[in-house]
């Protein structure tokens, strides 16, 4: 038996067929994509539907089960704003395509954000699958609806009883959380309702006989009526102002530019200079992985964060992960600590130990944020090569 020279051994097909070599080839997985400005807004908020804050509202009875559970649920609110956050970034997807905004997400994406919702959280809340509806919450099935338009939920005939629909309609008048949110804005909100026949939405002329008439869609869903507003319990008081920041969408159109175009000379583009621009520009706030992921573009881009400290050590500034000494700098420094995923950078400068700004000691020498005209200093001192193993000696405040 002979082997012609070149070709694999026969036990190398099975590992050549677990291999991404030959797909790799032609794929566009690394390729760098930009998108430009969004144009239009995420979302639409009726006049009829809009939420006050800090509500002070009675439970219904028939809510309670469902307020009360949420109430018993450790950080819920924090855990629901995530969890709306993760769901849009999971389908922005921006390390493989670049987007940072809702609008630049297809057709087909933006139907299935509703999905995503409903899944996320599913699983970070562990809720139980219902008898009739998808979850149960205190042994009652109750489902989830998410719309980008406040007011926009689609109701379908399982979730409520009406004799015209047959074996089509819901065993009993269910409850639904109602989810929104706007990237755009920040805001989001979360309410809980009993949907009803009386409390969708019915056409404004009536039919042939002059009896109401039912404002379906062409899935057979209807949207909830105008007036039911106040009888939705918004949960947490109403309308929230603090989505997770999406930080690319929110930040000036020309800053935004800078980082998404910083490349070398004579490259047409480069994940580490980006992230270096990143992290040059956007000081002194948390910088989360869905960022680092959607400017570097590369399957390696937490690296390129990380590496972006030995490049950045030149202009006086440090970039902070979640190990070793760097949370005990952030706390020094006054800045908010970042924990796993998370990056934080400033500038510093180095000042005598009398300063009384936040500071931290580092080989006898103390070091401050700086501010002011040090910012503009085209020569500055440049930053210490922060320790992983010990921890930063901090003056007590």
């Given at each position: 038996m002979t082997i012609q020279e070149g070709l694999p051994f026969p036990q190398d097909f099975a590992g050549m067929q677990e291999s991404r070599a030959l797909a790799a080839k032609y794929s566009r997985r690394n390729a760098y994509r930009t998108w430009g400005p969004t144009l239009e807004p995420m979302s639409k908020m009726p006049r009829e539907w809009r939420i006050q804050s800090s509500l002070t509202q009675h439970v219904p009875d028939d809510l309670a089960p469902f307020v009360e559970w949420f109430d018993n649920q450790p950080e819920a609110r924090e855990r629901f704003r995530w969890a709306l956050r993760d769901s849009l970034d999971e389908l922005l997807d921006g390390q493989r395509t670049g987007r940072w905004a809702y609008q630049q997400l297809?057709?087909?994406?933006?139907?299935?954000?509703?999905?995503?919702?409903?899944?996320?959280?599913?699983?970070?809340?562990?809720?139980?699958?219902?008898?009739?509806?998808?979850?149960?919450?205190?042994?009652?099935?109750?489902?989830?609806?998410?719309?980008?338009?406040?007011?926009?939920?689609?109701?379908?005939?399982?979730?409520?009883?009406?004799?015209?629909?047959?074996?089509?309609?819901?065993?009993?008048?269910?409850a639904a959380v109602l989810a929104w949110m706007n990237d755009d804005t920040s805001q989001w909100a979360a309410g809980i309702?009993?949907?009803?026949?009386?409390?969708?939405?019915?056409?404004?002329?009536?039919?042939?006989?002059?009896?109401?008439?039912?404002?379906?869609?062409?899935?057979?869903?209807?949207?909830?009526?105008h007036d039911v507003k106040s009888e939705v319990y918004w949960l947490w008081g109403g309308l929230q102002t603090d989505l997770p920041t999406n930080l690319l969408l929110h930040l000036d159109a020309e800053t935004r530019e800078r980082i998404l175009t910083a490349s070398l000379p004579g490259r047409p583009s480069s994940g580490q200079q980006r992230l270096n621009q990143l992290?040059?520009?956007?000081?002194?706030?948390?910088?989360?992985?869905?960022?680092?992921?959607t400017v570097g573009q590369q399957d390696d881009s937490p690296k390129r964060a990380r590496d972006a400290r030995k490049h950045l050590r030149p202009d006086a500034i440090i970039v902070l992960g979640h190990q070793g000494s760097h949370p005990h700098v952030a706390r020094a420094l006054g800045l908010p600590v970042q924990v796993k995923g998370e990056w934080i950078s400033t500038r510093l400068v180095p000042v005598s130990s009398h300063d009384a700004r936040p500071k931290f000691s580092l080989d006898g020498q103390f070091w401050a944020r700086a501010h002011g005209k040090e910012l503009l200093n085209p020569t500055p001192v440049p930053a210490p090569d922060l320790p992983y193993s010990r921890k930063i000696d901090a003056p007590a405040p």
């Open positions: 297809t057709k087909t994406e933006k139907t299935y954000l509703g999905t995503a919702v409903e899944v996320n959280l599913t699983k970070e809340f562990a809720i139980d699958n219902g008898l009739d509806l998808d979850w149960s919450i205190s042994g009652l099935d109750i489902d989830c609806k998410f719309s980008k338009d406040l007011g926009g939920w689609e109701i379908p005939m399982e979730m409520y009883c009406c004799a015209d629909h047959g074996e089509r309609g819901g065993r009993a008048d269910h309702v009993r949907i009803t026949d009386e409390r969708l939405r019915w056409k404004r002329k009536r039919g042939e006989n002059g009896d109401r008439v039912r404002a379906y869609n062409r899935d057979n869903k209807r949207k909830l009526s992290f040059r520009e956007v000081r002194d706030r948390i910088v989360g992985r869905q960022t680092v992921l």
